[in-house]
C-alpha cells in the first residue's frame, strides 16, 4: 500500500516536472529503478535484481535517497567525461541518472551555498571500488572549482598526493589489485567561495606485515616494483638495486610479480613526478627510493650466515650494501639485528639471538622503516599542501579507508581493519538509521517503527574498554609474567563468552566445541558484514608494536638523514621509557577521533558493492552481491527512507532560508519560527501530504519537494537578484545620470562660457574688423587719392608733374639767350603748358631783363629809365616811336667842338645841359621854318640861334604848360606855355625835333624833378595852340613831302595845317 503510495507520488511529480525535466533524469529512460526507493516490491531480492539489470545495462549507480549504491563495473565507463561533468554540474539531483557526480555536487554546493561542512564517506569491501570513487569525487570538484594560478596548484596538489600514496600503500591482494592497505580521510579545505585551499590527510594503519609477507597471489607494496621497474640504470646501481624483483624475498616468495594492464615502469615516473608536483625536493625523493631500496635489500639479508660471518669479521655484500646506503657502519647494523640488548636493574645485558630472533628483528626493523617511510610521506604531503592563515574555511572530508575483509587467514589486520568498517556502519547508521527513527520520536511525528540491524554491539564487542577484544589484548600485552597470543584467546574465551557475537572453540559452554571451520587458536566475530574467523597468532606482537631499542638505536646513527629522522627514539639522550600505546589502542584513538569528525558534518554516503569476485567486467554474482546489500543494510535504508521524511529543518534555519517565498513571511515574519513556516508552507504550492511539522522542525517527506523549494527559492532569489539588480542599476544609472547631468552642466556652463568667449572674440574679432575696416575705410578715404582708382588720376598728374618737370627740366636747356632783346622762345610742348609756357616766358623775359637790370650800371639805368618813362609816354600812341626805342636817348646831339659859339653858349649855361639839338621852329605867323639851337637844362628849355649862338628864348621848365605832339611819324613838338608866365607872350612853341621822343621825354622827367608835377603830353593830330594871342588850330596831315622830311605848315588863320611825311 505504502509502495504504491510512492510510486504514484513520484510518477505524479515526474510527470508534473516531465515538462521541466532534462531528458534522462532519474525516471527517464531508467532501466529498472534509478532510486530503489521505488522499488516494488521491495525486498533484497529485488534490490539485488535490480541492481543487476541496471548493471548489466552499464548503470552502475543506483540511489537510496541521497546515498549512491556504486557497482564496481571493472571496465573503463564513459560516464566520466567533462562533458558529464558539466551535465552534472550545478543540476539537481534528481534531474539527471544516478552519478556519483551528483552527490559530489549535492555536497560540493551545500558547503560552498550553505556553509555548512561536508564529509563523503565511501564504504564497501576490498575491491568495491572505493578508491576510484574518491578519485572521481576529487577530480570532480577539481573541475567544478574555481580556477587560477594558485587555486590550480592546490588542486594539483591535492590530484598528485593520490599516486604517491597509492604507490607506497596500495599493493596488490587477492581481492583488489590495487587494494588500498591504509585508511586515508583527506580533509579538502575551501575557502568562502568555494576554491580549494589545501587539505589534510590522515592516514590510518598501513598494513606494514605485507611488507616482510604477503598472502598467496598477492604483492608487496607497489613501490617496490615500481622502483625496480622504472628507475634508470644509474639510480639503480646507485641503489646496489638488480632489476630483476625475482632476486629480492620480499618480492618473489609468494611468486606473483606483475599485475595485469599495470605498467610498473611508467607509475614510478609517474610517482616521481608527483612528489615534484606537490613539491618534493629532489633530495627527499631520493632518500625516500634510498629507504625502499635499504628495506628490499635487508629482507635479502640472511641472518644465518650473518651470524657465521660475524664470528669469523666478515659479513655478506647485501648487509655492507645496505650499511652503505644507510650511512652505517656495518658492524653497528650487524650488531643490532643480531643481538638485544636488556637493561635489568640498571645493568645492560647483551644477549646474542638466534636466527629466528634476529629474523623477527630483521623483519621488525624492515616494517618499521616502511610504515615510518609512509607516515613521513603523509606528513610531508600535508606540509605541502597545508592552507596558510587564519581565514575561516569549509571543509569537505572524503574517506576512502580500506574495506571490509575476509580471508582464509585473518589476522590482526583484518581484525583492525574489520572493526574500522563495523564503527563506519555505526556512524552510518547512527545518522541515516537510527538517528533518523529517533528523531521522529523526538519531534513528535508519526512513525512506523523499522527493524533494522544495529552492529553498535559488535563495536561494542570490540572496542569496550572493561571487556572488549581490544582491552583484552592490551591488558595481555602489558601483562607480566608469560603472555602469547593463546593466553591472548583464552582470556577472549573467558570474558567474551557470553557476547552473541563472538564464537570461540574452546569459550566456555561453548556451542563451538564441535565446529570444525573454527580452529583452535582462533576466534570468530560475526560481523555486520559476516562471519570472520581471526587467526590469533601474531595478536600480542602485532598489537605491542615494538622495536628493539638497539635497532632504533643503530637507526639514530645512520647518517641517511631521512632513516634517521624516522627514529628519533633511538636518540641515547632522550631516553623515554613510557611504553608506547599498543597498536590497538592508537587506531581505537584515531577511528574514535574520525567518527567523531565525521559526526560533525553533513554526511554523503557512496555504498560500494563489489559484483563479483573475479575482478570481471560484466559479471554479476547474485550471491555476493545480495550478501554487501545485507550487510550493508541497504533494504533497511530503503524502509527508512521510504517510511520517513527525505528532509529535516529547523524552524528558523527552513523560515531565514525560505521566506522569500511568500509575501507573507518576507521581508519579516515578526511571530513564532514555526507559526512562520506553516504560513509560509500553507501559501506555497506543495501538497500538505508532502512535509510534517515536527517540534522544533519541518520535515519535508520527498527530496523532490525539496528541490521544488530550492527551485522556488533559487527563482525567487533570481527574482531578489533581479530586483537588487534592478535598483543597482537603477541606482548606477541614477548615479550616471547625476554625474552625467553634473558633468553635462559642467560641460554646458564650459561649453557656454567657450561660445560666448568664442562669440566674444568673434564679437571682438568682428569689432576689431570692423574697427579696422572703419579707420580702413577712413584712412581710405582719406588716402582714397593714393589708391588704385585714383591712380590713373594720380599716374597721369605724376605724368603731367613729370611732364612738367621734365619739361620745366628740358626748358632749362633750351632757354634762349640772355638777351632782354631776344624774342625767341621754345615751341610749347603741349598745349597743358601753353599759359605756363607763355607766363614762363614772361617770367624768363622778367628775369633776363632783372639779370640784364642789375648788370646795368646807374648811367645805362637811367637811360632805360627814360626809355621806360618814353615808352609809358608814347608806346602805341605815336607812330615815330618804335623807331625811337632802340635808339640810345644820348641827349646832347649838337655837335660842340669846332663851334666856339656854341662852346660858348654851353658854357654859359647855369645848370646842367641835358639835351641840345638843332630844331627847326615854325613860325608862328607864316609858319615857316627856322633852325634853332634848343637846350635843355636841368631848369631851362634855352633857344638860341645857331649861327650866333644867341639866346632866343629861356623858358623857365615850370612855365611849360604841357607838351602836345601828333600821333604821325613826325619830329613835331608843340611847347604850351603856362598863361602869365614870361615865355608866354610869344605864345606857344612848335618844334620840329628830330628826336621829338626823347625831348617830350626829357622834359617830363626834368618837370617831374622840378616840380614834382607830370607834365600832360597830349597826342593828337588837332593841336590847339597858342600863338601870341591867337589861338591856332593846328591841324596835322601825312602825305608825301618834297622837302624831305620837314614839315609843310600852312597857316588859315587859326588854322594851321602841317603837312607832315
Ligand atoms: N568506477 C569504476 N570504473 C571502472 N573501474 C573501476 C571503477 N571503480 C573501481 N574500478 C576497478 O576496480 C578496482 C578496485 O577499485 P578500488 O581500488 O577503488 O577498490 P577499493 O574499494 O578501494 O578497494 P580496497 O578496499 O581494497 O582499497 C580498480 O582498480 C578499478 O580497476
Ligand atoms: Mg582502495
Avoid at 532510486?35 to 549507480?61: C, G, T
Avoid at 617511510?373 to 569537505?396: A, D, P, Q, T
Avoid at 600480542?540 to 645512520?558: C, G, H, P
Avoid at 523560515?655 to 513556516?677: C, E, F, M, N
Amino acid at each position: 500500500m505504502v509502495t504504491w503510495f510512492y510510486i504514484h507520488k513520484y510518477l505524479l511529480l515526474s510527470l508534473g516536472c516531465a515538462a521541466m525535466e532534462p531528458a534522462g533524469s532519474l525516471l527517464d529512460n531508467a532501466v529498472g529503478v534509478g532510486d530503489l526507493v521505488l522499488l516494488d516490491p521491495l525486498s533484497e531480492k529485488s534490490i539485488v535484481s535490480n541492481l543487476q539489470q541496471r548493471f548489466q545495462h552499464d548503470f552502475i549507480y543506483t540511489y537510496i535517497g541521497n546515498v549512491v549504491v556504486s557497482l564496481n563495473p571493472y571496465k573503463s565507463m564513459p560516464i566520466y567525461t567533462p562533458a558529464k561533468i558539466e551535465q552534472y554540474r550545478n543540476s539537481n539531483m534528481f534531474e539527471l541518472p544516478p552519478h556519483i557526480y551528483a552527490i559530489t555536487d549535492e555536497a560540493y554546493r551545500s558547503l560552498r551555498d550553505q556553509d555548512k561542512n561536508q564529509c563523503i564517506l565511501i564504504t564497501g569491501e576490498s575491491g568495491a571500488g572505493k578508491t576510484e570513487a574518491s578519485k572521481l569525487i576529487m577530480s570532480y570538484i577539481a573541475a567544478v572549482c574555481g580556477k587560477g594560478q594558485e587555486v590550480n596548484k592546490v588542486k594539483e596538489q591535492l590530484l598528485q598526493s593520490n599516486p604517491v600514496l597509492e604507490a607506497f600503500g596500495n599493493a596488490k591482494t587477492v581481492r583488489n589489485d590495487n587494494s588500498s592497505r591504509f585508511g586515508k580521510y583527506m580533509d579538502i579545505e575551501f575557502d568562502f567561495k568555494g576554491d580549494p585551499l589545501g587539505g589534510v590527510i590522515t592516514n590510518y594503519l598501513l598494513e606494514k606485515s605485507r611488507v616482510v609477507n604477503q598472502a598467496k597471489g598477492e604483492r608487496n607494496f607497489h613501490i617496490f616494483y615500481h622502483l625496480l621497474a622504472g628507475a634508470p640504470a644509474g639510480l639503480l646501481a646507485d641503489l646496489k638495486l638488480v632489476k630483476d624483483p625475482n632476486k629480492y624475498k620480499f618480492l618473489n616468495h609468494k611468486n606473483c610479480i606483475h599485475i595485469e594492464g599495470n605498467n610498473d615502469e611508467a607509475n614510478f615516473i609517474a610517482v616521481q613526478q608527483a612528489m615534484e608536483v606537490i613539491g618534493f625536493a629532489a633530495s627527499e625523493i631520493r632518500e625516500s627510493v634510498e629507504l625502499v631500496a635499504c628495506v628490499l635489500k635487508l629482507g635479502n639479508v640472511e641472518l644465518s650466515k650473518v651470524q657465521e660471518e660475524e664470528s669469523q669479521q666478515q659479513n655478506s655484500m647485501e648487509l655492507l650494501e645496505v650499511s652503505d646506503l644507510m650511512g652505517l657502519e656495518d658492524m653497528v647494523l650487524v650488531k643490532a639485528l643480531t643481538t638485544r640488548t636488556v637493561e635489568a636493574r640498571g645493568d645492560r645485558v647483551s644477549t646474542t639471538l638466534n636466527i629466528a630472533q634476529a629474523c623477527y628483528a630483521r623483519d621488525a626493523l624492515c616494517k618499521n622503516l616502511y610504515c615510518r617511510l609512509f607516515s613521513w610521506l603523509v606528513h610531508r604531503i600535508n606540509k605541502s599542501i597545508k592552507v596558510h592563515g587564519e581565514s575561516r574555511r569549509k571543509v569537505m572530508g572524503v574517506l576512502d579507508i580500506y574495506g571490509f575483509e575476509i580471508f582464509e587467514d585473518n589476522s590482526f589486520e583484518q581484525f583492525i581493519i574489520n572493526y574500522c568498517n563495523e564503527k563506519l556502519q555505526q556512524v552510518f547508521i547512527e545518522l541515516t538509521l537510527k538517528e533518523e527513527q529517533d528523531e521522529y520520536i523526538r519531534e513528535g511525528i508519526e512513525w512506523i517503527h523499522i527493524e533494522y540491524f544495529n552492529n553498535a554491539i559488535i563495536c561494542d564487542l570490540i572496542e569496550n574498554t572493561q571487556k572488549g577484544i581490544l582491552a583484552m589484548l592490551d591488558e595481555e600485552c602489558l601483562r607480566p609474567g608469560i603472555v602469547s597470543d593463546s593466553t591472548f584467546l583464552q582470556k577472549l574465551n573467558n570474558v567474551c563468552a557470553q557476547h552473541s557475537h563472538f564464537q570461540s572453540r574452546l569459550c566456555t559452554n561453548s556451542k563451538f566445541l564441535s565446529d570444525m571451520s573454527l580452529p583452535h587458536d582462533c576466534f570468530r566475530i560475526q560481523h555486520y558484514a559476516g562471519k570472520v574467523t581471526y587467526n590469533v597468532e601474531g595478536f600480542v606482537d602485532k598489537n605491542n608494536d615494538l622495536l628493539f631499542r638497539d635497532l632504533s638505536q643503530a637507526m639514530f646513527l645512520a647518517k641517511q638523514v631521512l632513516i634517521r629522522n624516522l627514529f628519533p627514539e633511538g636518540d641515547p639522550t632522550c631516553l623515554n621509557l613510557k611504553r608506547p600505546p599498543t597498536a590497538g589502542t592508537q587506531f581505537r584513538t584515531s577511528v574514535s577521533s574520525l567518527v567523531k569528525n565525521l559526526l560533525n558534518k553533513n554526511p554523503s554516503y557512496i555504498r560500494c558493492i563489489k559484483p563479483n569476485d573475479h575482478k570481471l567486467p560484466c559479471v554479476f554474482t547474485e550471491e555476493l552481491v545480495g550478501h554487501q546489500v545485507r550487510y550493508l543494510g541497504l533494504l533497511e535504508n530503503v524502509l527508512v527512507r521510504r517510511a520517513g521524511y527525505a528532509f529535516r529543518h529547523p524552524y528558523e534555519q527552513c523560515l531565514q532560508r525560505y521566506k522569500i517565498l511568500s509575501h507573507k513571511t518576507w521581508p519579516h515574519w515578526r511571530g513564532d519560527a514555526r507559526a512562520g513556516v506553516e504560513t509560509l508552507m500553507a501559501t506555497l504550492p506543495i501538497s500538505p501530504e508532502e512535509y510534517a511539522f515536527g517540534r522544533s522542525k519541518i520535515f519535508i517527506r520527498n527530496p523532490r519537494t525539496l528541490f521544488h523549494l530550492e527551485d522556488l527559492r533559487k527563482n525567487r532569489m533570481e527574482d531578489l537578484a533581479t530586483i537588487i539588480q534592478k535598483i543597482f542599476r537603477g541606482w548606477c544609472c541614477r548615479r550616471r545620470y547625476q554625474d552625467m547631468r553634473k558633468s553635462q552642466i559642467i560641460i554646458s556652463c564650459r561649453y557656454r562660457g567657450f561660445s560666448q568667449k568664442k562669440r566674444y572674440i568673434r564679437k571682438r574679432q568682428a569689432a576689431i574688423l570692423i574697427a579696422a575696416f572703419v579707420r580702413g575705410w577712413r584712412v581710405r578715404k582719406e588716402y582714397r587719392k593714393f589708391f588704385r582708382a585714383n591712380a590713373s588720376k594720380k599716374i597721369a598728374e605724376y605724368i603731367l608733374q613729370w611732364k612738367l618737370r621734365s619739361y620745366l627740366l628740358r626748358l632749362r636747356y633750351i632757354l634762349p639767350g640772355m638777351s632782354p632783346l631776344d624774342n625767341t622762345w621754345p615751341l610749347v610742348p603741349f598745349r597743358l603748358v601753353q599759359s605756363t609756357h607763355e607766363e614762363l616766358c614772361k617770367m624768363y623775359h622778367d628775369w633776363r631783363c632783372r639779370v640784364y637790370r642789375s648788370k646795368m650800371t646807374p648811367t645805362q639805368k637811367a637811360i632805360f629809365e627814360e626809355k621806360l618813362c618814353a615808352s609809358e609816354l608814347f608806346k602805341g600812341k605815336k607812330d615815330i616811336y618804335p623807331e625811337t626805342v632802340a635808339k640810345t636817348f644820348v641827349g646832347l646831339h649838337l655837335e660842340q667842338g669846332p663851334n666856339a659859339k656854341h662852346q660858348k653858349l654851353l658854357g654859359s649855361l647855369p645848370d646842367k645841359l641835358i639835351f641840345s639839338e638843332l630844331v627847326h621852329k615854325i613860325h608862328r605867323a607864316n609858319g615857316k621854318v627856322v633852325t634853332r639851337i634848343l637846350l635843355l637844362t636841368k631848369a631851362n628849355m634855352i633857344l638860341a640861334d645857331p649861327k650866333s649862338a644867341h639866346i632866343k628864348s629861356r623858358i623857365a621848365l615850370g612855365e611849360v604848360q604841357r607838351v602836345s605832339l601828333s600821333t604821325l611819324h613826325d619830329g613835331i613838338f608843340v611847347l604850351h606855355i603856362k598863361q602869365g608866365s614870361s615865355a608866354a607872350l610869344k605864345g606857344d612853341f612848335v618844334f620840329v625835333s628830330e628826336w621829338v621822343i626823347e625831348l617830350a621825354t626829357k622834359l617830363f622827367r626834368l618837370i617831374m624833378d622840378c616840380t614834382n608835377t607830370k607834365l600832360e603830353i597830349s597826342i593828337s593830330n588837332s593841336i590847339s595852340v597858342q600863338f601870341k594871342a591867337d589861338e591856332v588850330n593846328m591841324q596835322l596831315v601825312q602825305a608825301e613831302q618834297k622837302n624831305g622830311n620837314l614839315p609843310v605848315c600852312k597857316r588859315k588863320n587859326r588854322i594851321l595845317e602841317v603837312t607832315v611825311s
